[in-house]
């Protein structure tokens, strides 16, 4: 434990893998910190420090609400990113179910490039009898969107994907999604809702529902230099969702359990910043990660890029080394003091590479030798230079097993 | 704000509603704090920092483990009370609908006096076609055990009920209805699970599973000194259960979503120090109370008495006032500086008064006249005499309704 405690006093490791999860921004620390052992009364106690405390967190709604382009009431605060889309999907289709709709006439269109949060959440409700189907994905990594409207039945309730995909980091159009759904709606008089997992986007890319004309749209505070443990489903009036969790009715009624007031308010404080200087942030993170992608190119040519470059968003790199597995790549990058990754956290140690970048390569050598480099706020180009240094000290250290 | 602010620093507030939320002790503050900004890698990642924090994680399961006495594994991490008991039951009801068993015919043993988090999650099963019977309580707040003993039935899966009932703090001999249970199994070769709400026993009654006997055991952080939003449901590993919300396979499978260190370590720091000195702690706030019940005795001889005065909780004193309106005697207290209830926190809001009372009782105005004050580790003698005199002040200046 004493080595451990060393451990993080340490300067010179490089973080490079800040789609997995960020560090609480000192100005979000300093925003939650109040509402642990000073201003911790229950929202929904009627004496004034409740009182006080609801109002606390009708603020934080409201700020939100406005960065959003949504009413506060759309802003359900939920304990993260994977209930948030748990909510939206399962809350949609077990609504419809409760109006006499049932499951095995209701089908969800989707990718096969989702985040465990949604494919395993989907699964739930095939188990139920809903019927899946996936939009075809090009090699760069999108959505077909003709594709998708040939997939569209009166059948549909909902089309679910993400914003930005959490491995590769392409980029969805997701207003060229959202019109053609809705055109289609008007076209055909039927409700087929859209949601987006936008987790890994607020940092980088404008998130207001009028622009995007999504119904739904899942954020986490972790991933954007807020706390763990807290996130947000945006979801519009017009839409109806059952509770996935019951009890006292908090959240207008869409989320049980004790209001969580430090975690709402740093969550809010980092969806805020991370709004306000998207752009700007943007700018400067794409300008590294693309001397990033330089660098590779000049040390390591025989790596593969996986996704589009062009829609893609400022802070991914990720790529394939065939031959090179990934996971071992990583453990030998961190031995050098470098923090990357395979794939997305939540799909870590499950073997067999990364199912993103097989379904869109459809090449199982190319699935289990990606490398997922995400730059954050605080990267710098010493920091790329030193990972791909790195990289190809693994490079010359192996053997590749292909060419024996 | 600014009086909001100036609001937070008077020091001349008496809490006395520590059942619906505590503030987050300095200790448990101190041990949560570095997960926020220093250590805050995600505990899935394979490098280092990962690492590391897994290891923190794993110790601080196994911590808790140590002091309930079950295996490490049995310690799943929510997101607080509410959560851990809609995955106990709905886990446990899903997952045997899983193996073939119809929703209609499995039956739910409960009582009318659960917190919202038990009964609107039981509402949801029975719109699936799951039965729910009630065990009958006497006028003490006590589960008649014989009683449950006749419900049982070969379609009966599981008994729920809290083991402190949140409002009258009556605590039911839990003991006895597992062994009671257990006995039924053993004789009719039938597995009805045992789970109990232990969200307001942590620091007062003794919460290790081999005593209690029982299968599940929710516990809430927020409600004894621990952080907002993060709870524990144990669950034996003999019991199968179902996940409620789908993702990463995160807390071994049946808890979706990144693993939120530093409310982890707060919620393991809280239940340790809330466990290690129950006993202590539970008689010197029992003489308090004893002493506030003393004071009403002598100054509001009308005052009823809810919930048995032998079987509760060492912090609850719950009365009614009959004539009295117990919300607006809540305000008035207020107003005077004493923070009170009426009733669960959860189930503030939705009229009729206390559903608890209004069920031991049979008297509506009983259950419009109720109000909850219950004690903290701070709680002192001056308190007591000042909210015994506020409520004085308030039946003075109050004509009851009843006595025109």
């Not at 802003?75 to 006499?100: D, K």
């Not at 400022?314 to 990357?340: F, K, W």
């Not at 140690?349 to 030798?369: F, P, Y």
Request: aromatic share 6%; hydrophobic share 40%; proline share 3%.
């Amino acid at each position: 434990m004493m080595q451990g405690l060393n451990f993080w006093k340490q300067k010179k490791r490089i973080h490079l893998d800040y789609a997995s999860t960020t560090p609480v921004h000192p100005e979000v620390y300093k925003a939650m910190q109040p509402f642990f052992s000073e201003k911790w009364a229950n929202a929904s106690a009627i004496y004034t420090e409740g009182v006080m405390v609801r109002e606390v967190i009708d603020g934080a709604r409201a700020k939100l609400a406005h960065i959003l382009n949504v009413r506060p009431a759309d802003c359900i605060f939920t304990s993260g990113g994977t209930e948030s889309n748990n909510l939206a999907i399962i809350g949609l289709i077990e609504n419809l179910h409760g109006t006499g709709i049932a499951y095995e006439t209701m089908e969800i269109i989707t990718t096969r490039i989702e985040h465990p949060s949604i494919t395993e959440t989907l699964r739930s409700l095939e188990k139920r009898g809903v019927v899946i189907r996936y939009i075809p994905i090009d090699s760069d990594g999108r959505i077909d969107v003709p594709a998708l409207q040939t997939l569209l039945s009166p059948q549909t309730r909902l089309v679910t994907c993400a914003y930005v995909n959490s491995e590769i980091g392409v980029i969805q159009d997701v207003k060229k999604i959202s019109r053609m759904v809705r055109a289609w709606n008007d076209a055909h008089d039927t409700t087929v809702r859209i949601h987006i997992d936008a987790c890994q986007a607020p940092l980088w890319l404008p998130c207001a529902l009028d622009m995007l004309g999504v119904d739904m749209l899942s954020l986490d505070a972790g991933k954007c230099y807020g706390p763990k443990g807290v996130g947000v489903l945006v979801k519009r009036h017009w839409v109806s969702l059952n509770p996935i969790m019951f009890g006292g009715g908090q959240e207008m009624g869409m989320r049980a359990g004790t209001e969580n007031t430090a975690l709402i308010v740093g969550c809010v404080e980092a969806l805020v910043r991370a709004q306000k200087y998207w752009k700007a942030r943007s700018e400067k993170i794409k300008f590294l990660r693309d001397f990033f992608f330089e660098k590779i190119t000049e040390k390591l040519p025989h790596a593969l890029v996986n996704g589009s470059l062009t829609h893609r968003v400022a802070n991914n790199v990720n790529i394939s080394i065939v031959g090179y597995d990934g996971e071992y790549a990583v453990i030998t990058l961190d031995a050098q003091g470098v923090s990357a990754s395979t794939r997305s956290a939540c799909g870590v140690g499950k073997g067999n590479g990364s199912a993103v970048v097989q379904e869109i390569s459809g090449d199982t050598a190319r699935a289990l030798s990606t490398i997922r480099f995400t730059l954050g706020e605080e990267s710098a180009r010493a920091d790329i230079i030193r990972a791909v240094d790195a990289l190809k000290n693994y490079m010359t250290l192996m053997k590749p097993q292909t060419e024996n």
